[in-house]
C-alpha cells in the first residue's frame, strides 16, 4: 500500500517569499506522483504531476516540483509567492497496480501574507 | 464550460433523513469517483466507477451508496445521515489509469442538522 507525508500542516509566507511544500511518499512499485490545490470552498485543481522523463515539472503559475527516487520526495516549490496562493494543497500518488486511486497526504494550508 | 458539475453546493438534511447528492460530466471519462472530505483533512475515497464497475472501498460505511446510470451521471446516496456524516463530498472523473488526471467539481457541502 502507498502511503503520502506532507510534513507541513500550515506554512505561513509573506508575498513574494519563496515557499517550498514537502511531501514524501512509500511505495514498493513505481509510482506517479501529483500536487493538487484547493481554494476555500472549492473542489481540487491538478498543479502538476510526474509520470516519467524529466524529473523537474513545471505548472503555468510558476510553481515546480522535483521528483527524487532515492528520497521518495516530490517536494513544491515557487520563488515568489502572491496572495493568490493562499490556499491547501494536497500532495497525492497513484499506481497502475491499484487502479485508478489517488492517495492523499494530509494537506499543507498556505497562508500568504502581505 | 464546466466539466465536472456537482448538485446542489449545499445540502441540509436532518439526522437519519436520506440525501442524495449528484455529479454529472461532460469529459466522457470512464472513471467516476466519490470521496468524502471533511475540515482540515484529506479527501477521502468511497467508491469509484470505472464504467459499469462499482469498487467500495474497505472501509466505507454501508450507509453510503452509489448510483451510476450512464457515462454522465453518478449519484451518493446516504441513508440515514448521522452528524458524523457532515462534510463536503467531491466528485472526480478520470479517464483510465493512475497516471491520468483526476478532474473535481466544486463539491457539496452537507450539513446535518
Known amino acids: 500500500a502507498q502511503s503520502v507525508t506532507q510534513l507541513d500542516s500550515q506554512v505561513p509566507v509573506f508575498e513574494e517569499a519563496p515557499v517550498e511544500l514537502r511531501c514524501n511518499y512509500s511505495s514498493s512499485v513505481s509510482v506517479y506522483l501529483f500536487w493538487y490545490v484547493q481554494y476555500p470552498n472549492q473542489g481540487l485543481q491538478l498543479l502538476l504531476k510526474?509520470?516519467?522523463?524529466?524529473?523537474l515539472v513545471e505548472s503555468i503559475n510558476g510553481f515546480e516540483a522535483e521528483f527524487n527516487k532515492s528520497q521518495t520526495s516530490f517536494h513544491l516549490r515557487k520563488p515568489s509567492v502572491h496572495i493568490s496562493d493562499t490556499a491547501e494543497y494536497f500532495c497525492a500518488v497513484s499506481v497502475e497496480a491499484a487502479g485508478n486511486k489517488l492517495t492523499f497526504g494530509g494537506g499543507t494550508r498556505v497562508l500568504v501574507k502581505p | 464550460d464546466a466539466m465536472v458539475i456537482q448538485n446542489p453546493r449545499y445540502q441540509v438534511t436532518q439526522f437519519g433523513k436520506p440525501v442524495t447528492l449528484s455529479c454529472s460530466q461532460t469529459l466522457n471519462h470512464n472513471v467516476m469517483y466519490w470521496y468524502q472530505q471533511k475540515s482540515s483533512q484529506a479527501p477521502k475515497l468511497l467508491f469509484h466507477y470505472y464504467d459499469k464497475d462499482f469498487n467500495n472501498e474497505a472501509d466505507t460505511p454501508d450507509n453510503f451508496q452509489s448510483r451510476r446510470p450512464n457515462t454522465s451521471f453518478c449519484f451518493l446516496d446516504i441513508r440515514s445521515p448521522g452528524l458524523g456524516d457532515a462534510a463536503m463530498y467531491l466528485c472526480a472523473t478520470s479517464r483510465e489509469s493512475g497516471r491520468d488526471t483526476q478532474y473535481f467539481g466544486p463539491g457539496t457541502r452537507l450539513t446535518v442538522l
Open positions: 510526474y509520470l516519467s522523463g524529466s524529473t
